[in-house]
């Protein structure tokens, strides 16, 4: 059986559930794509259900997803590999976007290959309030999206190490012309 849609004027077969319906398929499509982008614009789930604090989608779908993920993405390797290469990808884009901001090389050796260097937190009053007490794609994350604020400079991993074990770095030692004082036993 064959019908008219009132929506275009196409002619469409009447399948399955548009059987009801007086729109054809890419009518319908694109009428539930302009209530979903217009629910999203409202701060609804897609489906229209107001999502509860903090979140974009409500509890259904929100489950819904997981399951998805749980049952098609996980047990594909093919879909994990790319999921792996994607997100090593945007970890390495963060890390030399922060790095870009705060210098490319550590400010104490000079040491520039991104192997070797980190974030490091000036005050150390940061980690304790939590503000930014994260360390890897997480900081670098929260750093971008704060606007990278001051409080933060690239150390290489071994000036890093010793300023949070020791409280100083051996080369500002060196540089201030100080001797290390070795302790017997």
């Known amino acids: ?22 729109w054809c398929k890419p009518c319908h499509k694109e009428n539930a794509a302009a209530r979903r982008k217009e629910n999203r614009a409202h701060g609804l789930c897609h489906c229209g259900v107001a999502p509860e604090t903090g979140y974009k989608l409500c509890a259904k779908h929100r489950a819904a997803l997981r399951t998805t993920y749980r049952t098609k993405h996980a047990v594909d390797p093919v879909w994990m590999a790319k999921r792996i290469a994607r997100s090593k990808t945007e970890a390495l884009e963060l890390k030399r976007a922060a790095f870009a901001a705060y210098g490319d090389a550590c400010a104490c050796c000079g040491e520039a290959r991104v192997e070797f260097l980190s974030i490091d937190h000036i005050d150390p009053a940061t980690v304790k309030r939590g503000t930014y007490g994260r360390s890897g794609v997480g900081l670098y994350r929260m750093l971008k999206r704060a606007g990278y604020p001051a ?33 017997a036993g």
């Open 151 to 183: 409080g933060f400079r690239v150390l290489c991993m071994n000036c890093n190490f010793a300023r949070g074990q020791f409280g100083y770095c051996p080369h500002e030692r060196e540089t201030s012309g100080l001797v290390e004082v070795r302790r």
């Open 1 to 22: 059986m064959a019908t008219t849609c009132s929506k275009c004027g196409q002619p469409f077969a009447v399948v399955g559930r548009y059987g009801t319906k007086s």
